[in-house]
């Protein structure tokens, strides 16, 4: 039978990527962070040139590109790309491009093979509608805009980036708008997923209450 898998979906900034990478930590499993997939075809779509609406060349690129997770790095051949793959504009380009079928089809075996025994850890928007709809658990991570728009303005501040909170709780809303709507693979809870509010809660917290429910299935 196939390795377990616990899918983490949720809008921006919901601490899904932590909460996966800690979780995964925590039972010695693999992690996929499916969105940044989403935003390394962004990035080679940006620095390349390549028009964005041509939606056949988007997906040429995402079957054709040879990239690598390694210990914590997101590496395009000798190239370390991890921080070039987290500007905003990149994120915001990932979201537009994500709305098309035939990106998310030439993503979907790639982000199956990261499912490997002893388990999977597997972060996103439809990990627990598309990717890996038998999961056994299915989480989704909910969070205010506001919680989400403190926590990310944090975090710029931390690398020396100074944003304005309002901008940054706008553009959230606008991401999440065009990832709830669109047709293909929604972001959306599965009918089967257990919903977590994370926005009161600490991170610590949260990746507690995965486990708890994680071994109540035990
Ligand atoms: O999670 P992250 O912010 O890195 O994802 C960037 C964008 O990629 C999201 O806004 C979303 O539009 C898209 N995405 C997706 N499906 C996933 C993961 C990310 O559509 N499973």
Redesign the pocket.
Known sequence: SQAPVIAI?GP?ASG??TVAHRVADALGWHVL???????IVALIVQESGTDPEDKGTVAAIAASMEVRFSAGAVLMGERDISADIRQESV?NL??RI?AYPLL?EALLQRQRAFRRSPGLVA?????GTV?FPDAPLKIFLEASVQARAERRCKQLMEKGISVNLESLAEDMRL?DE??RMRSV?P?AAAPDARVVDSSTLTIEETVAAVLDLWSGLG
Not at 33 to 39: I, Q, V
Not at 123 to 127: E, I, K, L
Request: a positive charge; zero cysteines.
């Open positions: 979906d921006t899904k990527g962070d499916s969105g940044a997939l989403y935003r994120g990932a979201s994500a998310r972060d996103g928007r439809d990990m990717v991401r065009r990832d693979a972001l």
